[in-house]
């Protein structure tokens, strides 16, 4: 088994991952990332990026590509079936980016993985973290190289298996692998659950109407759905599923593959798409010409505890989850990412303790025990609208905004930090 060596290990090529990388390249960092998969995700996951994301890509000259690839929204409507409660204007909160950007998640990992090329640091595809020893100066993982094979004679399949497995040595090492992480058990970090578990289906397709420029939030008095515009025609639908629907309401075979090809599945899921989104959504008149691809995904709300120690740590989802509106989890973790650089390049380069680590731990169990609803919240005032009151602690994990910029938004709403 050979070994390597490297300042800094990122395990997980993902957005996080991804900007992680980028930011200590540029601070000078040795840097390492691997990933399981062969590539940048292939599908269209929409993303949608926050005013705080978008002055950190600024930083690095990324913010005007991402505004270009993607849709520009200004508004977020909440909904209760046909009627239309409230709103939040996104240039109210000020700022350089007064506004979200929703683009597809492929989109934003190639442009990241091309500016991190022209840092000198290529992406290892096709490399698993195995597992970890520790010493009081550095960490071991065991990574093994994976490659493809054909297996089968009746019925060909495709297997991956090990090729290679190897040992870096690296002083610290950071997950940035998602919310099935393999660094978050080895490292020994306990990761608990805080809420109830959620599931939703999402579908993306067209229509023959151009797209309205806002988000669209329906919160029912039992489900959270949303609807998000993409591109020229193109829309996504984000519905919560009850436990009646897990049972069989969602059609089947989708389940088992994102993007469907049989004339009568398609008419059957586009058929699903339209009579859901008129029954939680009496508002949406649009046609749905065609489902492009659909999936269901299942959100528990969790949080490691701690997000690291020593020399491991966590960034992103491998050290938290929660539900899909507000994409809290991808846009907090490009701030983790900022400040675990930041006292990384300190230990490394300007001798400060390894205990220097601590308060970015202490300041993320902060920040997300609120954002989690865990403690504080959002809480109305006296003028606010009796349904934003009755809804504030639904709306807390559907508003776009970090820890530090909730309040902000809220305010807009009736509902201020607890």
Not at 61 to 79: H, K, M, P, W
Not at 155 to 180: C, S, Y
Not at 205 to 212: G, L, N, Q
Not at 397 to 409: D, H, R, V
């Amino acid at each position: 088994m050979r070994e390597t060596q490297t300042e800094v290990l990122v395990v997980g090529a993902g957005p996080v991952g991804l900007w992680c990388a980028l930011l200590l390249a540029e601070r000078g960092l040795e840097v390492t990332l691997i990933d399981r998969e062969a590539r940048t995700t292939a599908r269209s996951y929409a993303c949608a990026i926050h005013p705080s994301t978008l002055q950190l890509l600024d930083r690095l000259g990324l913010a005007q590509s991402v505004i270009e690839r993607g849709n520009r929204i200004d508004t977020i409507a909440f909904y209760d079936g046909a009627n239309r409660q409230a709103e939040i204007h996104m240039a109210k909160s000020g700022g350089e980016f007064p506004f979200l950007v929703i683009l597809p998640q492929s989109s934003l990992e190639d442009l990241l993985e091309q500016r991190l090329r022209a840092a000198g640091v290529r992406v290892h595809w096709n490399h698993r973290f195995e597992g970890l020893t520790e010493d009081e100066e550095t960490v071991s993982a065991t990574i093994e190289e994976l490659e493809g094979t054909s297996t089968g004679y009746i019925v060909p399949h495709w297997e991956t298996v090990v090729k290679n497995r190897a040992t870096m040595r690296t002083q610290f090492l950071i997950g940035a692998d998602g919310h099935n992480s393999m660094v978050r058990p080895r490292a020994g970090l306990e990761y608990q659950k805080v809420g109830e578990t959620e599931s939703f289906a999402a579908f993306e397709f067209e229509t023959r109407e151009k797209t309205v420029n806002e988000l669209r939030v329906v919160l029912d008095g039992t489900t959270t759905n949303v609807l998000w515009p993409l591109a020229e025609n193109r829309y996504r639908w984000t519905f919560q599923l009850l436990r009646s629907e897990l049972s069989g309401d969602f059609p089947e075979k989708e389940r088992r593959s994102v993007r469907v090809a049989e004339p009568n599945v398609d008419e059957r899921v586009r058929q699903y798409v339209q009579k859901v989104a008129q029954q939680r959504a009496p508002w949406f008149n649009n046609e749905v010409s065609r489902v492009d691809w659909c999936t269901e995904v299942t959100f528990e709300r969790r949080l490691a505890k701690p997000f690291g120690r020593k020399r491991c740590w966590l960034a992103g989802d491998a050290a938290h989850q929660t539900g899909p509106v507000g994409v809290q989890s991808m846009n907090m973790g490009f701030s983790e990412a900022e400040a675990l650089g930041s006292i990384l390049c300190k230990v490394l380069r300007e001798a400060a303790p390894l205990e220097s680590l601590d308060s970015y731990d202490r300041d993320l169990q902060t920040a997300w025990r609120m954002l989690l609803g865990l403690s504080g919240g959002l809480k109305p005032i006296a003028q606010a609208n009796p349904w934003s009151a009755q809804r504030s602690a639904r709306i807390l994990a559907c508003l776009p905004a970090k820890a530090s910029g909730i309040e902000q938004l809220a305010t807009q709403i009736g509902l201020t930090l607890d």
